[in-house]
């Protein structure tokens, strides 16, 4: 739901076409719930358009609207309490009136799950600032929901922890935030999910109790683990007001090295042998398929390898290793490469091995760049990451962010380019390209069709034919953007009858009158 | 709830006080139902002292008393299912007829969960043993929920995968078993909770509704994570039949070494450093106390020390790294422990380190001793092992297995000795030892009161004594046995009534005529 580094800066149009209100009616906030709210919380922490607080409404605009002004609310009142108990006692009001409530934290999502989709109270977790405790020893802290994800980092950096996970947006977006929308971001593959580093959770439920379990527990073993259920919930459940969340110790060190590949189908091979041969110290492995790096080239996102190297690659993986000391990084890395790598160069430190690097016999790369410094590990990254800057630079985009076996990536490309041939639309002036990136190591494909322009006969091309390709893989139609309001059509695509009937029956025991972030994940 | 390696040989008496049955009436198995179970199930997988399959008693033994032999139940019937149709099958049968059921896998549980209460039909996994499939790229393996985890591991193993968990019981134990008792184990420092590794599940509910959540995805944000219930839910909630989990690679090679620590208080700077050097290699690190070691070598376990290096010793940490070649764990090692160390003999090639090792200034411990080879590292794993033997041995042993802060260890076990001697009671014919040693890494202390016997008074000081200490910490009164029959009464100490109402809700939710393993879990 939040926005990986620079992911989908504009989205198409057409998946605004769902936003009929859906839920029951609820009751607008009055005067008469103001004076309510004026006795649970200071005036500093009140917006509201009515009487007698009458902000401005071009005020509310930034709580009301989603940062790519895709999503518009009209709520009338912003309230941005500063402790749980706060939170209880304005949910608990809510309830008992019938006034439907967004929980917003950094606003950064892409599926519209954080705002209003009519006049919906917001209830503002930005004021929820403090870090409650940090054990140095086990590496667990204790944070309020508030807490921007980047201020998190910056506290345990002297402790030489770091946070299990880091996104493009990350200078905004709140850890609450996070956890209610199950954040993936660049360090899933290394640390896995939150569902695994959330240790507890203290969370106001729709009828303004607090469910308290913020342990700081790595092992628990006494009955049903109930917070898994708001990690990923978007808010539709209750409030999640603080995290304890396990934090990793700090690598020492951070490398990573571009490969050139002859073909697509060595993309698995290789990243099969990395993984054993680099095993802990692997932290990404990132994939690009030969158009993606061009465009990433073409619109200045600078380049890796020279003409020759590129002329012969069907696709490019990008390796990141984390951690022990950077010496030893390498040393290891460039061992292990040897039987992969032909060329691998630009320090002299690497010039005795590179003799070595020519002895594969089956060469599962063409070549190889190694970052030698930090600029030069950041411009690696820059191609991979800028990628869909370019792609919308290139022309109007229809991105889907899917989870599918690694080993369909290639076919789950193809065959979408297959159907846009076959219905006449792989043109210059209809489809551009078909081109495939993510993050391999997570199952994640970014598959995006860039066209001249959105038309109907594209998406009806395209829909519901990727999402029926996802779900002839078993695969997500989501894999970390969240549902929202977006998606929530298509959510039978990858959720079965019985786990969305199931879903719907959580939904009614913990929030029974649907106040809670309605219309959002569950139609 | 299961066993970890050698934990808890014998418990005591005293914990099967709270066997009284407080569900409500089931519907005993009748030869009706065995003609049902006839319809669905081969005869094969039927046993059933009812006619016309009259089993002798004594067959259905093993089923129906624990492998402690501390838990009894009188079930007339034992099904074994070899597809999750024919559990289904089963349990809707039940489900209609107000049949309860316990789910059984390997039978290895520590607290009786996993035998029945009074005549609950049995239903038996360990017929359903097939692999599903496993994609050696993502390290994903999908099987039967009765496969034997060590069958698991052995078919990874040519793949250099390991399964992330390893028990002490994994010879008998079920993967099915694993996940719905969230087993622990030796690999979670290293690879963390179930909770994060297991990708998807098949559970067949309580009335009969086959939940398939078998995905293969490492990323999935569609909506409420739904199959995180089933972990650790001990089948209240329903039957795990099948399993998606995520293997590890194999680390190429592990060491360890034993260090002897001048004073308690040293633990936790130690393993703060130990974490911040070793970072990612890190894989157990494992505290014993002096009288714990001495116990151990007491009963045969061999020792790591010689005399004079015991002697100046308080406590003692087993460091284990796994992880990249064994050169590189070593050199890596031995060059971060030169701060840490006076002593770390053994080896020539470490001789020349030597010096280095005696330059800190103010050593956090006196001496270690690092393996040298497989049988030494063996060895060294043996006292730790070893222990829970040692003390069985040793007398009769008050066993708690807790999770609290890392650090309030000593004062958890320094709190009850001193509440033992307040009473009197730390004298050799009364309590001979109290003693702590666990999984620091983890968090996981077992806190060891070893008496002359089991006395009312004993045990009076020390419950809810230390039922009351671990709520005081927000710690956990079960950090990897689970609940079962035997710690229900005490759940309250752990979770606070709004989290226990919850669960009652989510239990009636799924489980409304409570058929579902009853009085498990939840009283």
Redesign the interface.
Known sequence: ?FAARNVVRRLPQRSIRRWAHTQPTFNPVTEQDIARFQQILPASSILSTLAPISTPVAELSNFNNDWMNKYHGKSTTVLRPCTTKEVSEIVRWCNERGIAIVPQGGNTGLVGGGVPIKDELILSLGNMTKIRSF?????IIVADSGCILEALSEYLAPH?YIMPLDLGAKGSCQIGGNVS??A?GLR?LRY??L???VLGLEVVLPDG??????????????????K??F???EGT?GIITGVSILAA????ASSNVMLALPKYENV?PL??EV??QL???LSAFEFIDRRAYELAVKHGQGRALNDEDVEGAECFVLVETS???RE?DEE?RLKRFRLLCNILTRTQKLNGLLESLMEADEPLINTGVLSQSPAQFSQLWAIREGITEAVSKEGKAYKYDI?????SFKEAVDKTREQLRSKGLLRDDAVKHVVGYG?VG???LHLNVVAAAYTPEIEAALEPFVYELVASY??????????GVM?THA?PY???P???E??K???A?FDPKGIMNPGK??E
């Open positions: 739901m054990d140095p020893v086990s590496g030489n929308t199950n993936g899933l896995g999910s569902h695994g580093s109790t607090v469910l308290d379990q913020l342990t700081t527990l790595r092992k628990d073993n006494t009955g049903y683990d109930i898994q259920l990690i990923g919930a459940l110790p700090a690598p020492q698995l990243f099969r993984k054993r095993s802990e110290i951690g022990g000391k030893h290891v989870s599918i076996p690694v080993a993050h997570d199952g994640n078993k695969g997500s139609i989501s894999a970390e953007h969240g549902i998606k959510l990858t959720k079965n019985t786990s969305i199931i879903m029956r959580i939904k025991l994940v569950l």
